[in-house]
T-cell receptor, first 110, second 112 residues
Framework: GEDVEQSLFLSVREGDSSVINCTYT??????LYWYKQEPGAGLQLLTY?????DMKQDQRLTVLLNKKDKHLSLRIADTQTGDSAIYFC??????????FGAGTRLTVKP | DAGVIQSPRHEVTEMGQEVTLRCKPI?????LFWYRQTMMRGLELLIY????????DSGMPEDRFSAKMPNASFSTLKIQPSEPRDSAVYFC??????????FGPGTRLTVL
């Protein structure tokens, strides 16, 4: 299909790892993105990965890219209550446009 | 830069009324996007403009929705007549063609 797909909800316990998965549609996407939306706020770019990379790590965040399966994941190590937010996967498409998934609402339980 | 500016931040209206949401993109950005976010459907792209011209409006739900961009620094999203199912948070975003989109704080619309 033409949708970027991700689960709508994920719940984890504080201190556990969170893994948010996404499948995208355009095999020619140059960049894949993760945006974060905190409660009551707009979306902000969290991290991104270039399509010729398999992995990108930034402190507690690890992004994995499987181009063959068009699968992107975001792993948050040692998840904290402050990580509770909605996380959006997005792909770059033609004309410098982006296509967003619907967002995964991460709930971190103490 | 003040970022993407949206107004109003909150709007409560009655069914049947006209609603106009406003957006000022970041200066110099040439692409502008309108999104709708609900709990049930997540984030949905409604329409986007490139150099003030609508490029893709396939996400606009129905004829009650219309969007305009009369100049590079202003866009409106209008709903007429509004219905309770239009209640959502509406986001405006802009980009300079360099991929990253910058989002406004959103307008929370409640239609009673």
């Amino acid at each position: 299909g033409e949708d970027v797909e991700q689960s709508l909800f994920l719940s984890v316990r504080e201190g556990d790892s969170s893994v948010i998965n996404c499948t995208y549609t355009d095999s020619s996407s140059t960049y894949l993105y993760w945006y974060k939306q905190e409660p009551g706020a707009g979306l902000q770019l969290l991290t991104y990965i270039f399509s010729n990379m398999d992995m990108k790590q930034d402190q507690r965040l690890t992004v994995l890219l499987n181009k063959k399966d068009k699968h992107l994941s975001l792993r948050i190590a040692d998840t904290q209550t402050g990580d509770s937010a909605i996380y959006f996967c997005a792909e770059s498409i033609q004309n410098n446009d982006m296509r967003f998934g619907a967002g995964t609402r991460l709930t971190v339980k103490p | 830069d003040a970022g993407v500016i949206q107004s109003p931040r909150h709007e409560v209206t009655e069914m049947g009324q006209e609603v106009t949401l406003r957006c000022k993109p970041i200066s110099g950005h040439n692409s502008l996007f309108w999104y709708r976010q609900t709990m049930m459907r997540g984030l949905e792209l409604l329409i986007y403009f490139n150099n003030n011209v609508p490029i893709d409006d396939s996400g606009m739900p129905e004829d009650r929705f219309s969007a305009k961009m009369p100049n590079a620094s202003f866009s409106t999203l209008k709903i007429q007549p509004s219905e309770p199912r239009d209640s959502a948070v509406y986001f405006c975003a802009s980009s300079s063609g360099g991929n990253e989109q910058f989002f406004g704080p959103g307008t929370r619309l409640t239609v009673l």
